[in-house]
């Protein structure tokens, strides 16, 4: 069973869901891939100490804070592959970005591999259920591109906006 309620944030409403303890998702409305972890079990629960903790948590970085990850009990739903690039996304610091290519070679490393494919990460990076607060939004193409953000990519760029990230690279936020 999975607990829900709603936040107004700057980028419009979003759901977050936790299982009792931990959070497991917080989406924004019509984000691709929205709370497609959750099954049918879901109660609505405005009181539940984890989604009160994760709403603090949002009004403290949307007005200019910069918590940290491990203030929240996270518990996003997963393979243990995406589970080990949403941890990589937690260590990419606010006001900075990474590629989709610099994940793939942590990744490797940590795998101990040789490589690993940027569109695999791509593909974990996409479905990470738990937006804004697990970073995906701090990932670029290669090229400084704001590609594959399931929320979308004026919500990216505000969130990296917001962040500072970007700040005197005019040719950066090339929106394809």
Same mark, same amino acid.
Not at 69 to 97: M, Q
């Given at each position: ?31 691709? @891939? ?6 049918? !079990?879901? +109660?609505? #629960? ?5 989604? =009160?903790? &994760? ?38 610091? @606010? ?6 290519? !610099?994940? +793939?070679? #942590? ?5 101990? =591999?040789? &490589? ?46 917001? !962040?500072? +990230? ?7 936020? =090339?929106?394809?």
């Amino acid at each position: 069973m999975y607990f829900t309620t709603h936040y107004q944030s700057p980028l419009g409403p979003l759901m977050l869901a936790g299982d009792g303890d931990h959070l497991v998702g917080v989406w924004m409305e019509g984000q691709k @891939y929205f709370a497609d972890n959750l099954g049918e !079990e879901t +109660a609505e #629960k405005d009181n539940l100490p984890v989604l =009160k903790d &994760s709403r603090n948590w949002l009004d403290r970085y949307f007005a200019g804070g910069k918590p940290a990850i491990s203030d929240l009990p996270l518990a996003p739903i997963g393979s243990d592959f995406r589970k080990a690039v949403w941890n990589i996304l937690c260590e990419i610091p @606010y006001g900075e970005i990474t590629t989709y290519g !610099e994940i +793939a070679k #942590k990744m490797a490393a940590r795998m101990n =591999k040789k &490589s690993m494919s940027a569109q695999a990460v791509g593909g974990a990076v996409g479905h990470n259920p738990i937006s804004i607060i697990i970073p995906c939004h701090r990932v670029v193409g290669s090229d400084g591109s704001l590609t594959g953000y399931a929320g979308g990519l004026s919500n990216k760029k505000k969130l990296l906006e917001h !962040e500072g +990230a970007y700040m005197g690279k005019p040719s950066a936020f =090339k929106e394809e």
